[in-house]
């Protein structure tokens, strides 16, 4: 069956000390994880070697970059490369959040070669869709999003889907402590799976792990895990601090 995912995405935050000092602090109070469990944590991409040595010992405890560029080498002041973030030691990368779509100009054509890339350097991929406010308030959030998933790896046949965890991030719930409720992410959810299962196949939609992210808080993860379609969450701000993040880690062992 699917995994339970829990991944902690720190956006711009920390120097090298502090994030090595989060990293020994989450591992220190890790709770026990099955088989069935994956914590991931996300770093700056500064932070990517020291975490992957930290985590490496670590059983269910993996490193994620934030983003990766669509080319291999060359010219690209400022960027990384997908083969450069597996050199780190890392084995997953974020791609096609909302704040590189949307401060950055990513485009579903650009995440769908970033998505190539990364599978290309065998790096696991954590995808992100969500609609902006003025999309829900119209109620056209399922085919906005649906149409991210179709742009950003519909290209993919089936093995290498079995790369991609899905991370549905409303907009308007990130940062904003304005949480989707639990029959809003359980709707979408189940739309997103049924999208997969559309083109793919119900084994293989079912097999798809697929994240809530926004406002998410030890307080609300039990109840939106508690969700037949949820199956984790990515963390922003809560991911900052270890005993936050033990909390939302614990609601996903508890389920
Ligand atoms: P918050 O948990 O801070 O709302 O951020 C969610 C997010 O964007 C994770 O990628």
Redesign the pocket.
Known sequence: MRKKVVAG?WKMNLDIEQGKKLVNEILAGMPQLGDEHKVIICPPFIHLQQTAQLTVAANRVYTGAQNCYTEASGAYTGEVSAAMVKSTGALFVILG?SERREYFNETNEMLAKKVNTALENNLQIIFCCGEPLEIRDACTQNQYVEQQIIDGLFHLDAEQLSHVTIAY?PIW???TGRTATTEQAQDMHAHIRSVIAGRYGKEVADSTSILY????KPSNAPELFACPDVDGG?????SLNAADFHGIINAMVEQ
């Open positions: 995405n959040h991030e719930a990130i940062g992210g926004g406002s998410c990515l963390i922003g701000g809560a």
